[in-house]
């Protein structure tokens, strides 16, 4: 069956990929980020693409993306909340708006699309809900403080929607990546708001981008609540998880770059 997949922050890295591992299908891809110069570069590689420009911090351009979907197309069967900024600074260098903002982005911009298109999956009694986490949603990391304090708020909406959707067919997945090649530390947000353009070593090893998004697709199909994706650094959930003294010594001597 022809779904329609809605992806945001398709862009580039990890969105990119995912909307890149559709690319030969007959699905239509709803291409949605704020550089649409990047959306249309994407598209020429996709088979059925729409390209959406939107800002998930505005809440207005939301409620217009989805009235735009809901008349064109009807219904959403996949939406990947996958826009997202990650965070190199101190607690103390970070101001409180850049705090806000990273808040904005990672936590309410997914959970206000989510709950925008909620209804037409509900009407239509079928649909998928993928929020993009990170390991960092998991447990704390230097640099990072309102970066994973945003990841784990959507650990408690996320989880929370789906209890309340158990007696539904509609399926969530809380995706937590680890050390991905990407661009995420480059883009990252300084304490003043200013980009970090630095590519840590962490992501440079990481594991391929496309490997990240195949696995995704394969737990979307599988219809799994919780997906982890990285190397030997997911290793860490389980050890915050089960021995948490342990998990602060290692962590303690990890290197957060």
Same mark, same amino acid.
């Given at each position: 069956?022809?779904?329609?997949?809605?992806?945001?922050?398709?862009?580039?890295?990890?969105?990119?990929?995912?909307?890149?591992?559709?690319?030969?299908?007959?699905?239509?891809?709803?291409?949605?980020?704020?550089?649409?110069?990047?959306?249309?570069?994407?598209?020429?590689?996709?088979?059925?693409?729409?390209?959406?420009?939107?800002?998930?911090?505005?809440?207005?351009?939301?409620?217009?993306?989805?009235?735009?979907?809901?008349?064109?197309?009807?219904?959403?069967?996949?939406?990947?909340?996958?826009?997202?900024?990650?965070?190199?600074?101190?607690?103390?260098?970070?101001?409180?708006?850049?705090?806000?903002?990273?808040?904005?982005?990672?936590?309410?911009?997914?959970?206000?699309?989510?709950?925008?298109?909620?209804?037409?999956?509900?009407?239509?009694?079928?649909?998928?809900?993928?929020?993009?986490?990170?390991?960092?949603?998991?447990?704390?990391?230097?640099?990072?403080?309102?970066?994973?304090?945003?990841?784990?708020?959507?650990?408690?909406?996320?989880?929370?929607?789906?209890?309340?959707?158990? &007696?539904?067919?509609?399926?969530?997945?809380?995706?937590?990546?680890?050390?991905?090649?990407?661009?995420?530390?480059?883009?990252?947000?300084?304490?003043?708001?200013?980009?970090?353009?630095?590519? &840590?070593?962490?992501?440079?090893?990481?594991?391929?981008?496309?490997?990240?998004?195949?696995?995704?697709?394969?737990?979307?199909?599988?219809?799994?609540?919780?997906?982890?994706?990285?190397?030997?650094?997911?290793?860490?959930?389980?050890?915050?998880?089960?021995?948490?003294?342990?998990?602060?010594?290692?962590?303690?001597?990890?290197?957060?770059?």
């Amino acid at each position: 069956m022809k779904k329609i997949i809605w992806i945001t922050g398709a862009g580039s890295g990890i969105g990119r990929a995912l909307a890149e591992s559709y690319s030969h299908s007959d699905h239509t891809i709803v291409l949605s980020g704020r550089n649409k110069a990047q959306l249309e570069a994407v598209s020429k590689d996709i088979l059925n693409p729409y390209i959406l420009p939107l800002d998930v911090t505005q809440e207005k351009q939301i409620n217009q993306a989805v009235s735009t979907i809901q008349s064109t197309f009807g219904r959403v069967d996949i939406l990947i909340n996958n826009a997202g900024i990650s965070q190199r600074a101190t607690v103390t260098e970070t101001t409180n708006e850049v705090g806000r903002a990273l808040m904005e982005v990672n936590f309410f911009g997914s959970v206000h699309l989510t709950k925008a298109v909620l209804p037409m999956m509900l009407d239509a009694n079928q649909g998928s809900i993928v929020a993009m986490s990170s390991a960092a949603g998991k447990f704390g990391f230097p640099l990072r403080s309102y970066y994973s304090a945003s990841k784990h708020a959507l650990h408690g909406f996320y989880e929370s929607l789906s209890l309340e959707l158990k &007696d539904t067919p509609l399926h969530v997945m809380i995706v937590c990546p680890g050390r991905i090649k990407t661009d995420i530390s480059k883009h990252a947000l300084t304490g003043s708001g200013e980009s970090h353009n630095q590519m &840590d070593q962490g992501q440079l090893h990481g594991i391929p981008v496309e490997k990240c998004a195949s696995k995704i697709v394969r737990g979307l199909f599988k219809k799994k609540f919780e997906l982890y994706i990285g190397g030997n650094e997911i290793l860490l959930v389980y050890i915050k998880r089960y021995f948490p003294f342990l998990f602060r010594q290692i962590a303690k001597r990890v290197n957060p770059k």
